[in-house]
């Protein structure tokens, strides 16, 4: 059996960045919990984070990111050094999860593999439903208005009427 957890999309716009995440985790084909939380304000609020995979790697990949985020000042530089130790370091290179993380000038898929992605037009989506989510955002970026929390929770809802492994129980931060 296998867990899968957990859409998460992020939005830029204007200098404002959302993350929204469902809460849904599935074993197997039995949804086991509705309300896991996996997006974060780090930095003083300063900077938001979400992670998609197992809770514990999300986890100890936050706290690293937030380390080196402290260390360097500079979210690009923070990035770049986790990604650069997710992938040397034995333990950490088996961490089963992504990242997103961002502020309003700035955001990042970050994987194991030591990619660090800034998509070109301001929306990642990683999780299940991540296509989905990020399909029906870039729609919206583009053809609307919206702000970036409406837009982000908009498009997570889409997201969890297609994917049977993301929700409607959505959390959203922004900055």
């Keep these: 059996m296998r867990f899968r957890s957990t859409t998460i999309l992020?939005?830029?716009?204007?200098?404002?960045?959302?993350?929204?995440?469902?809460?849904?985790?599935?074993?197997?084909?039995?949804?086991?919990k509705h309300g896991a939380r996996k997006v974060r304000r780090i930095a003083d609020g300063k900077v938001l984070a979400g992670f998609a995979g197992s809770a514990a790697?999300?986890?100890?990949?936050?706290?690293?990111?937030?380390?080196?985020?402290?260390e360097y000042k500079d979210i690009v530089r923070a990035a770049v050094e986790l990604a650069k130790d997710w992938r040397q370091d034995r333990v950490l290179r088996?961490?089963?999860?992504?990242?997103?993380?961002g502020n309003g000038e700035h955001l990042f898929i970050l994987s194991g593999t030591g990619e660090v992605i800034e998509p070109d037009e301001g929306i990642a989506a990683i999780g299940s439903g991540g296509p989905y989510a990020q399909a029906a955002a870039t729609a919206l970026l583009r053809h609307t208005t919206l702000d970036v929390e409406t837009i982000a929770r908009e498009a997570l809802r889409v997201a969890g009427s297609i994917d049977i492994y993301t929700n409607s129980d959505v959390i959203v931060e922004s900055v």
């Excluded at 088996?94 to 993380?101: D, K, N, Q």
């Design 57 to 70: 790697d999300g986890m100890t990949l936050l706290e690293k990111f937030e380390s080196k985020l402290s």
């Design 10 to 32: 992020a939005v830029r716009r204007d200098g404002k960045l959302a993350i929204a995440g469902d809460g849904q985790v599935t074993l197997d084909k039995t949804i086991v």
């Design 94 to 101: 088996r961490l089963e999860a992504l990242m997103i993380v």
